[in-house]
Structures are given as C-alpha cells and as structure tokens.
C-alpha cells in the first residue's frame, strides 16, 4: 500500500479514537451531574414525542452502552441502560437527540428518507467490501473491472457515511432546541448537553473522512496502474 496512505489513514484512525474516547469521557462527565428537573431519559423522551403529538413512537429501553438509537420500522426509541432510568444532563441528551430522529420521520425530513432509502444498498456494499478489495488488488493489472466495482462499493458506504451528517446535526439541534424551550435542562446543564452532543457527532465526522480517504485511496491506486 502506498505509504502516503498509510499515514494519513493512521493519522485519521487516532483521531477516531480519540474522538471516541472524548465522547465517552463526556458522556461519563455529564452522567454524573442530575437535572434539576429530575426527569429520566425515558420521561424526557415521551415528553418530547407528546410535545410534538407523536402518539405511533414507543420508548423502550436497550441493553449495553451508548446503544442508543430510533428504528424507523418499529417506530421504538431505544434507549441504553445508563439514558433509559438515568436523571442525568447526560440521559436528557441522548434521549432528546434519539427523539429528534423520530420528529425526523414523522415531518419526512429529506436527508433522513434519503439516508434510508440508501441503508439496503450499504448491506450489499458493505458485505462485498472486503472479499473485492483484495481480489482487486490482486488482479489489477489483469481486471481492472474489478477495481472499479470495489470503488463503487467503497464510495456507496461513503456516501451514506456523508448523508449521515446532516442527519445527525439536525437531530441534534432539534434536541437542544426543545431541551431549552421547554426548560428540561438550565444554563449550565444545557451547555453540558451541547458539549456531549457535540462530540457525539464529531464520532460520525471522523468515519465520514475515514470513508471519504478509502474511496480516494482506491482511485489512485486505478489510475496509477492505467498510466
């Protein structure tokens, strides 16, 4: 592999992580400071789906860490273990944002119907990933072909890794608007929830540039072996 690719892909793996361990290191920070309000995440939830008369979505709780997420298909906001009884700044954050994916679907949000709509051709993607990108490399010179398809497969995740961007931030803001307008988090607790949502979606940035790298990586290694 070329080694300027090799760096930067390093370079962009360390900052994943480091973005990662922030994320959780905030998410630590903040769950240990309650809302004056005294609301759990799942009380912060059902009040967010009732204040936007979303009656279809139900608010169930989910096992491990930061498994937090809306099933569009099941119309469930679930929530982990440390959100779903949890009185914390931390709690009222995360399950706002997954709340704001549910206000997503029922106002047809654009990004969110387009990032759907991609999620059937990511499987397929995803799965034919990594058997493709070796073969390719491997017959480069004789199949070109092959690399072209692997480049298609690696820029489709790309792409949904992109389309998830938006999807995110607006979620994300429409959290952090109700949580102030309807004064569930005060002053400093709404600043706390900013900062985790903030390096929550910093997590999805870096896999979008991580993606975005891979896809250009690829094209290099095809152009090079056409000259």
């Known amino acids: 592999m070329d080694i300027g690719y090799l760096v930067v892909a390093g370079i962009l793996s360390m900052i994943g992580m480091f973005v990662s361990g ?3 290191s905030k998410f630590n920070k ?3 400071v309650s809302l004056q309000s005294g609301m ?4 912060v939830a059902e009040q967010m789906l009732a204040y936007y008369n979303i009656q279809d979505v139900r608010v169930v709780p989910a096992k491990g860490f930061l498994t937090d997420h809306y099933n569009p298909l099941t119309k469930t906001v679930a929530l982990s273990e440390p959100v779903y009884n949890a009185r914390t700044i931390s709690a009222a954050a995360v399950a706002a944002h997954e709340c704001g994916h549910a206000v997503q679907h029922d106002t047809a949000y654009g990004m969110l119907k387009m990032r759907s709509a991609l999620v059937p051709v ?5 799965m034919a990933q990594q058997g493709l990108l070796m073969v390719a490399f491997l017959m480069l010179n004789q199949f070109p072909m092959l ?3 692997t ?3 690696f820029a489709v995740t790309a792409l949904f890794s992109f389309v998830t961007l ?3 931030f607006d979620a994300s803001n429409r959290a952090l608007a109700w949580l102030e307008d309807t004064g ?3 002053a400093k607790e709404h600043e706390g929830a900013k900062d985790a949502l903030w390096w929550a979606a910093m997590t999805y940035v870096a896999a979008a540039l991580s993606s975005l790298v891979m896809v250009l990586y690829l094209i290099l290694q095809y152009t090079s072996s056409r000259r």
């Open 122 to 126: 990511v499987k397929v993607a995803a």
């Open 22 to 24: 922030r994320l959780k």
């Open 147 to 149: 690399m072209l398809i």
């Open 166 to 168: 938006p999807v995110e």
């Open 40 to 43: 759990s995440g799942k009380e």
């Open 30 to 32: 903040y769950s240990k």
């Open 184 to 186: 569930v988090t005060k």
């Open 151 to 153: 480049i298609a497969a």
